[in-house]
């Protein structure tokens, strides 16, 4: 066991009767960082989290957080982690003062340490003036920080967030990770899921899950460098039938317009030579090929086609 580590799963797996939610997901994040859990609905995300905040026990696997086993010493864990579920879990009849304080008794905030603690918190969230406001009048946006304020009362050194910029504009998911740099840089640790593709960018390590297993692990430079092989926007005159030329062409793994450039998935950049003289010898001007780098949405896309296309070969054999 090593107290290096914020997080230690290995081969976690949840099944609810017939149905495995999660499957043999094995991951570790370093002391301090922030993990971005991505996968679109029903992979798995929320139970993981459940899992690691030992509210849910896991069927077979385990893992550690912050030291701890989550299924042999779950009160250990629940003292040292934040968590900011799915659906916020605020009050809304009380004010924002009131959920904190809420928040801060039961979390167990000594009551010397309360006042300052809770004043504390309102300033990083922006509340000030606030304090007052009942929570149902709030923006969905101050929700969240407020949900955020009240997961971190008690000072927990990992924190775990649940969607927590769903439904909330741009500027405000901004200001929100701002908040999450912060407490990172200070020292805590963070399980952050998300379908926000973009937001993966302010994580230190990408998770993606797919049909409840994780399909991959890395920084996102990585995942863009290695995971798809190289990609080529291709600038030529008739792009269309550029487009068709190309899709025929065995090394071609993938073939997308963008406006009038297409982008050519290969496997190396040795490639590039063999695209360019064919599409030279169909007739077609290539004004420019340069190799780009993939979103993490197209790879997130290459790879889920990628485990559909072994899901069907496995359910052949
Ligand atoms: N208590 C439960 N009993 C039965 N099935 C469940 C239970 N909890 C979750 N599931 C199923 O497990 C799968 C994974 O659910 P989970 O909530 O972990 O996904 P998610 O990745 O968080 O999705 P979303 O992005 O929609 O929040 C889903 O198919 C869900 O219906
Ligand atoms: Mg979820």
């Given amino acids: 066991m090593s107290a290096e580590k914020a997080i230690e799963a ?3 797996t949840k099944r609810f009767g017939d149905f495995t939610a999660v499957n043999q997901v094995s991951f570790e994040i370093p002391r301090g960082e922030i993990f971005g ?5 029903g992979a798995g995300k929320t139970t993981t989290i459940r899992m690691l905040c030992g509210i849910l026990e896991p069927t077979a696997g385990e893992a550690r957080v912050m030291g701890y086993d989550v299924a ?3 009160e250990e864990v629940k003292q040292r982690i934040g968590y900011m579920s799915q659906k916020f879990s605020l009050y809304d009849d009380l004010t924002v003062y009131e959920n904190l304080g809420f928040y801060a008794n039961l979390y167990g905030v000594p009551r010397e340490k309360l006042k300052p603690r809770l004043a504390e918190l309102i300033a990083m969230a922006g509340l000030r003036g606030h304090e007052k406001q009942l929570t149902r009048d709030l923006s969905g946006a101050w929700r969240q920080r407020l949900a955020l304020a009240c997961a971190i009362v008690h000072e927990p050194p990992m924190l775990f967030l649940d969607e927590p910029t769903a439904g909330v504009d741009p500027v405000s998911r901004r200001e929100f990770w701002e908040m999450i740099y912060q407490l990172a840089g200070q020292g805590v640790s963070v399980l952050a899921t998300t379908h926000y593709m973009d937001e ?9 899950m797919y049909r409840s297993r ?5 920084d996102p430079d990585s995942l863009r460098e290695g995971v798809i092989g190289v990609l080529f926007e291709v600038d030529c005159q008739e792009p269309g039938r550029a487009e068709l030329v190309l899709k025929d062409l065995p090394l071609v793994q993938d073939v997308a317009a963008h406006g009038v450039l297409l982008h050519v998935q290969v496997a190396s950049e040795k490639q590039r030579a063999e695209l360019e003289q064919t599409l030279q010898s169909n007739g077609i001007v290539v004004e420019r090929i340069e190799r ?3 979103s993490l949405e197209d790879i997130f896309v290459s790879l889920v086609d990628h485990e559909n296309r072994q899901h069907k070969r496995a359910d052949k054999d």
């Fill in 37 to 41: 859990l991505l996968g679109p609905n």
């Fill in 292 to 294: 780009i780098l993939p």
């Fill in 72 to 74: 042999k010493h779950a």
């Fill in 214 to 218: 994780l399909i991959a692990l890395s």
């Fill in 200 to 208: 993966a960018e302010f994580c230190n390590v990408i998770g993606m």
């Fill in 10 to 12: 290995i081969q976690l």
